[in-house]
């Protein structure tokens, strides 16, 4: 296979010069094999909206199927970043970039500069505007399917996670549009991960523990086993379901619901024999919208857990805070919690 990645594939050890703490690298428990929920969303309205509340207060994550987003966008979605993937190093090599800030590009968690750590993934990022607007631009042109069939996915997906978000109002209490506007009216991000079979996935993650740092995320994950959500104090392995969307609350949901919902969470391991890809869509809030604990849901019982801020010094100082930590995230909300 014709990777990105500068440690290719084919190698038998890992290369020097990386090291992931244990306790990142501790496995998945298998006596105790949990599932997640999986929502029919074609279900009742009030038996869906009680199930997502539900998952989300246990989990952060469920996966929902009949959710109308159809098998043959999923796998158009599949089949195009294959290709993108394929392609000759040549035509993607301009899109490769370390640089954090650029909206649009191509990176290798084993080539990164900025510290020890390296991670077994390639991985394509695009930004897509909310509405839409000239992102595309700078968007890959080859395979040339690709901007029509990303564009098709991400707005199936958008409708999807909007749909989840009204029902969680519904669930919390909120009015039912509570995250219709700047809430929800960031830039979207796609991610195409692909983690390539690794010789030493005891050695190596695909992607460390992490929380999402949106509003939602909306994972496509195809049938290769990788996800491990952090559930009770230890790693759960999840089993994908066909033509499921794993779906996640990020921190920007946890403050706006005071901690009633948790950001959970997750990482991804590798394995020496099978390459896996998924598609991440996330929903985010604008960058200049407030973000805090919603109204609604406070009283003299119980009082804000979070500060309210400004959504763009949320991220960046969750950033900067986590890059501190050296990635620790025991304390990881720390700078927002009262
Ligand atoms: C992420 C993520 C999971 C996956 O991109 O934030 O958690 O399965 N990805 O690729
Ligand atoms: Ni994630």
Redesign the pocket.
């Known amino acids: 296979m014709d990777t990105m990645l500068h440690v290719t594939p084919s190698c038998t050890s890992l290369p020097d010069g990386f090291s992931i703490p244990a306790d990142q690298l501790h496995p998945a428990t298998t006596s105790n094999v949990v599932t997640l929920p999986v929502i029919d969303l074609s279900g009742s309205r009030d038996d869906v909206c009680h199930a997502i509340l539900q998952a989300g207060k246990e989990f952060g994550f469920f996966q929902v199927v009949n959710h109308r987003i159809c098998e043959e966008t999923l796998r158009e979605m599949e089949a195009v970043c294959d290709e993108f993937f394929e392609l000759p190093v040549e035509d993607k090599m301009h899109l490769y970039s370390d640089d954090k800030s650029k909206p649009n590009r191509l990176f290798s968690g084993s080539n990164y500069k900025t510290s020890s750590k390296m991670y077994w993934i390639d991985c394509l990022r695009l930004t897509h505007t909310i509405p839409t607007g000239d992102s595309k631009n700078n968007w890959p042109n080859k395979p040339q399917r690709l901007r029509e069939v990303f564009e098709n996915f991400i707005e199936q997906t958008r409708v999807l996670g909007m749909e989840l978000l009204r029902m969680l109002c519904k669930s919390l209490g909120l009015p039912l549009g509570y995250f219709d506007g700047d809430l929800s009216g960031g830039d979207m991000v796609l991610?195409v991960?692909l983690?390539p079979p690794c010789p030493e996935p005891s050695r190596m993650l695909?992607?460390p523990p992490?929380c999402?740092r949106n509003l939602l995320?909306l994972?496509l994950?195809g049938a290769v086993q990788?996800?491990e959500v952090f559930y009770n104090g230890d790693w759960i392995k999840v089993e994908p379901m066909p033509n499921a969307f794993?779906v996640n609350f990020g921190l920007q949901i946890e403050v706006v619901a005071n901690g009633i919902l948790k950001s959970v969470e997750?990482?991804?391991v590798t394995n020496m024999s099978l390459a896996?890809t998924?598609v991440?869509t996330t929903i985010n809030a604008t960058n200049d919208c407030l973000l805090g604990p919603a109204e609604e849901l406070l009283s003299d019982s119980n009082p804000p857990r979070y500060r309210t801020i400004m959504c763009r010094d949320f991220v960046r100082i969750y950033t900067e805070w986590l890059e501190q930590c050296e990635g620790d995230m025991k304390h990881h909300m720390k700078p927002f919690k009262i």
């Open positions: 991610g991960n983690y695909g992607l992490h999402d995320t994972v994950s990788g996800m794993i997750h990482r991804v896996r998924s991440v």
